[in-house]
């Protein structure tokens, strides 16, 4: 198996990537058995706390914010090059702390770290591998008292358009989980089908993760360089 068939969960703070991740591994943990599939999870909070940064040091400090935005970077990239001959199931990604160094560090923040040699290597796993972006929806919006959480549904949309943006400038293909899609099974499987589809050498002629798939195809925003 190739890392090309790896999936990343992406979006923005609240959007439910940890809970789709996890539901889409048991889904397939317990009806693929021959698919093997190394999950990922969350990088960044193990680093806020291994480093003793806060949420607040990323919003009052734009050097800091960059500082930690290499740490996540680099946390993710030794998490990802492990075992890099295997496939990855994700939770966020390399994408993840450009996107915040964007937001919240200094001028050229960015930058500096898409030109590193650990992004290159992300970004190239990343071209070759089925990207899901999760959009906010309001009522989802909560505070767990560690992670970052947009001060309102204004900044939310902009970090979500901002994802968009960074995706499309870095020439990865991604696919926006439709946003009527609320309950978690229906999400599962249309990550689900997006990567069999994508991937027809991984799983052929296989049944659905679950029961009551729908034969119509789920609407869908695909987006790359071209349509940014």
Request: net charge negative; glycine share 4%; charged share 20%.
């Amino acid at each position: 198996m190739h890392p090309d068939t790896s999936i990343y969960i992406l979006g923005a703070q609240c959007t439910g990537k940890t809970t789709l991740v996890n539901a889409l591994f048991d889904a397939i943990q317990y009806q693929h058995k021959d698919i093997v599939l190394r999950r990922i999870t969350e990088v960044a909070r193990t680093v806020l706390l291994i480093h003793n940064f806060t949420r607040d040091d990323i919003t009052s400090s734009p050097s800091k914010a960059l500082k930690l935005q290499k740490l996540i970077l680099s946390a993710q990239f030794a998490a990802e090059t492990q075992q890099s001959y295997m496939p990855v199931l994700s939770d966020r990604s390399g994408i993840d702390p450009i996107i915040y160094a964007t937001i919240y560090g200094p001028p050229h923040g960015r930058e500096s770290l898409e030109s590193t040699r650990q992004w290159q290597i992300l970004r190239s796993r990343m071209m070759n591998s089925l990207v899901i972006l999760c959009p906010p929806h309001q009522e989802w919006l909560t505070d767990d008292g560690t992670r970052l959480v947009a001060s309102s549904w204004k900044d939310w949309q902009e970090t979500h358009t901002t994802f968009c943006q960074v995706l499309a400038e870095n020439s990865i293909p991604f696919v926006v989980l439709p946003d009527h899609l609320l309950e978690l099974q229906d999400r599962v499987d249309f990550v689900f089908r997006e990567w069999t589809t994508a991937f027809p050498r991984v799983i052929t002629n296989t049944p659905s993760v679950s029961r009551g798939l729908s034969d119509q195809p789920n609407q869908q925003l695909v987006g790359d360089a071209s349509n940014s």
